[in-house]
């Protein structure tokens, strides 16, 4: 596509549900990132995919979180159990491999847990 | 562990004034970004910075990068109101980590009044 896309834009869950966010990257972008925005925290970096496989996944902040990337394309980011604290925006990034090449984001998806 | 401070973190000026964000990181790297954000949007990327003394330019904005100091800033001339947003630094680590993990500075909202 022309962009990263991702979905939902907006996603509001009760507390303890789980949660799927969903990023489609740039055609031929072969690597992924996931970061999070937080009005404490910032922008973190989440996790980053080279293909399929997740060589970094030291921004998961618990067990609760996970990520798949399924034929080197469209990423599922799972949040199980939600707590409040993950309320944030979830944004989503290509670039056309690891390492020195510019990243393009999505929109992001803002999540709400209530 | 890599930090990236931004200063000032809140800015407010007239139209028609100069001023300078400041962007200063903690480790090596030869590669910083420049992204700009508007209310409930994306990250716009700005400038890629890409090795000692680079120098970009893009209207009003003008982005530096200073390795050895470990400083980047991003100019602003003749402020107009449309330049009002959140702007970020992010560092590059792949020259430390071997993968592209960006790391932003807090970011600097920027407001100009007529």
């Known amino acids: 596509g022309a962009g990263v896309s991702q979905s939902p834009s907006n996603k509001v869950t009760e507390k303890g549900k789980d949660v799927e966010l969903r990023c489609d990257p740039i055609s031929g972008h072969t690597a992924l990132y996931w970061y999070r925005q937080s009005l404490g925290q910032g922008l973190e970096f989440l996790i980053y995919f080279q293909g399929n496989s997740a060589p970094d996944k030291s921004g998961l902040p618990s067990d609760r979180f996970s990520a798949e990337r399924t034929g080197g394309s469209v990423s599922t980011l799972t949040i199980q159990r939600t707590q409040q604290e993950d309320s944030a925006v979830y944004l989503c990034a290509s670039s056309l491999r690891t390492g020195r090449t510019e990243a393009f984001f999505g929109q992001g998806t803002r999540l709400t847990v209530v | 562990e890599l930090k990236v401070e931004q200063n000032p973190l809140f800015l407010s000026m007239q139209e028609g004034k100069n001023y300078t964000i400041y962007c200063n990181y903690s480790?090596?790297?030869?590669?910083l970004y420049w992204y700009r954000q508007d209310p409930g949007k994306s990250l716009e990327s700005l400038f890629v910075?890409?090795?000692?003394?680079a120098v970009k330019q893009e209207g009003r904005l003008m982005a530096s990068l200073d390795t050895k100091a470990r400083l980047s800033t991003l100019h602003i001339t003749a402020a107009v109101h449309d330049l009002s947003a959140t702007y970020f630094c992010?560092?590059?680590?792949?020259?430390?980590?071997?993968?592209?993990?960006?790391?932003f500075g807090q970011g600097t909202r920027l407001t100009i009044n007529p």
């Open positions: 992010a560092v590059d680590t792949s020259i430390i980590q071997g993968a592209q993990k960006l790391v």
């Open positions: 480790t090596t790297s030869d590669r």
């Open positions: 910075l890409l090795s000692n003394g």
